[in-house]
């Protein structure tokens, strides 16, 4: 046995000893790895969701900025006056019943004031609404005077209505009651004519009864109760026989303006020098009329269509919720629609990377992953953008400018990155139909489920078609 035949260290000479990693070969594989078009389209989908993060952040200041405004909107409404609502006038009679109560055991009888409402046998509401906006910082809110005439009459058989409810009626307290949303908006002698004759003024509240804030739907669950209208004793003999009644209103209001179907028939029709009315309520206008320098509407609600009965026995005015309503919309409520292209952020985040990685993938020229992440920052940089501008232009300038400075920038800066002024000048290309193309979706929502459906299905195509060739793994690069 020769000295060759073993070796110290345990391996005979005829075996061939076993191969050493090269360790400068590690960093240079990772990165084979790393730089592979399969796990960079991974890191991408990663940094999409990261910057989620960011958009909430941004989602946040806009929702922050929004609640300013109503701030503002309030404080404004509240030197000159809210939204508006009317309903009535009424005729309430107190009524004398017994009732009973349990007492210690006991079944105690006791006279109580309930009270009975009359409605008019037709009304008719003529409203005239001069309306500007009103600045305070940089927010504004739309207000109005409304010059409204009321005119109407109470049918002679109130007498025979009062019969179906139970107690005895008080008609010597019987008066004439209407609510006014915001009582302070008055700006005039708030008076009535009965039968033509003098004006006689009202006295503010409505004494015992209330009605329901506007949007209560049920008066059992967490009432909203409202005391602020006027009043007026009219007394037995006009229950007796009936009567008309005329009452002129100047009253200042912001946002919306609105009255109740308080008439067996009710007449309505408004007016305004505001171009942008919001029709709503129960019932819509019958005829309607929109123009530049304003609008113009109608309705008539017949007494079967209102579906409430012509005396009620309670203390709070019915039809609280049954209401013909004008609101004075702003054009743009940009701090909603800002919340809205939010939305579709992770889309459009989507939209732009894949249209970075193919132009990566046709380039000599890599883009890093950090890269990505600093043009997806700008994306989000966009919206703060879009929110800053509109608080100063509105929405229209605003989303121009934000969306080509964001655009130019990143086609810019990609382009520079790649090495080719083609291939910015397609990113820009793509950037701004993304952008023309989600302003459309944000004025349309009815078509924005289809035309969003529509946009994934093309982005996904051109990306399955222009990586259609892609070694994903990175594996016939390595073996060249």
């Known amino acids: 046995m020769t000295d060759t035949d073993f070796r110290p260290d345990g391996n005979s000479g005829d075996t061939p000893s076993s191969p050493q990693l090269d360790p400068a070969a590690q960093p240079g594989a990772v990165r084979t790895v790393l730089s592979s078009p399969g796990v960079k389209f991974i890191m991408i989908g ?19 900025r929004g609640r300013r405004a109503q701030e503002v909107s309030a404080r404004i409404a509240k030197g000159w006056g809210g939204p508006q609502v009317l309903n009535g006038p009424y005729v309430a009679v107190p009524v004398e019943v017994n009732r009973n109560q349990t007492v210690d055991g006991r079944i105690v009888w006791q006279t109580v004031t309930e009270w009975a409402l ?16 009103r600045r305070l910082s940089i927010y504004t809110l739309p207000v109005y005077n409304a010059k409204v005439g009321i005119t109407g009459r109470f049918a002679p058989g109130m007498i025979d209505d009062l019969r179906q409810i139970e107690g005895k009626p008080d008609l010597d307290r019987a008066m004439l009651v209407m609510s006014i949303a915001d009582i302070t908006g008055i700006r005039s002698d708030a008076g009535m ?45 006009l229950v007796e026989s009936g009567f008309s009644f005329a009452v002129d ?11 109740a179907l308080a008439g067996q028939t009710t007449h309505f029709s408004a007016e305004a020098n505001w171009p942008h009315p919001g029709f709503e309520g129960l019932f819509l206008p019958e005829e309607k009329t929109i123009g530049g320098n304003g609008f113009s509407a109608k309705w008539t609600i017949p007494y079967l269509a209102r579906g409430v009965d012509r005396v009620v026995s309670s203390s709070v005015l019915p039809l609280s919720n049954s209401l013909m309503a004008v609101n004075m919309v702003e054009p743009v409520k940009f701090y909603q629609v800002v919340a809205r292209t939010l939305k ?44 800053a501008l509109a608080e100063h232009t509105g929405f229209e300038i605003a989303y121009v400018l934000a969306s080509l400075a964001t655009a130019g920038l990143i086609s810019t800066y990609v382009g520079s990155v790649t090495g080719s002024l ?38 996904i195509a051109a990306t399955m078609f222009s990586t259609r060739n892609i070694d994903w793994s990175g594996v016939a690069r390595k073996s060249a």
């Open 422 to 459: 083609r291939r910015g000048t397609i990113l820009a290309f793509v950037l701004t139909t993304a952008y023309a193309v989600m302003y459309l979706i944000l004025r349309e929502d009815e078509y924005a489920l289809l035309a969003g459906a529509l946009i994934s299905f093309v982005t």
């Open 118 to 133: 009359l409605m008019p046998e037709t009304l008719s509401v003529d409203s005239k609404l001069s309306t500007e906006e």
């Open 46 to 64: 990663f940094i999409s969701m990261a910057l989620l993060i960011p958009t909430l952040l941004v989602w946040g200041l806009v929702e922050e």
């Open 344 to 387: 579709y952020s992770i889309g459009f985040f989507s939209v732009v990377f894949l249209a970075v990685f193919i132009i990566e993938i046709k380039s000599a020229r890599k883009v890093h992953w950090i890269q990505y992440v600093l043009t997806g920052l700008a994306l989000v940089v966009f919206y703060i953008l879009l929110l």
């Open 249 to 259: 209103l100047s009253l200042n209001g912001s946002g919306s303006f609105a009255i």
């Open 193 to 237: 004519r009965i039968d033509g004759g003098p004006l006689m003024p009202f006295d503010p509240g409505m004494k015992a009864i209330s009605s329901l804030a506007p949007g209560t739907v049920e008066p059992y669950a967490s009432p909203v109760r409202l005391d602020s209208g006027v009043n007026r004793p009219v007394g037995r003999a």
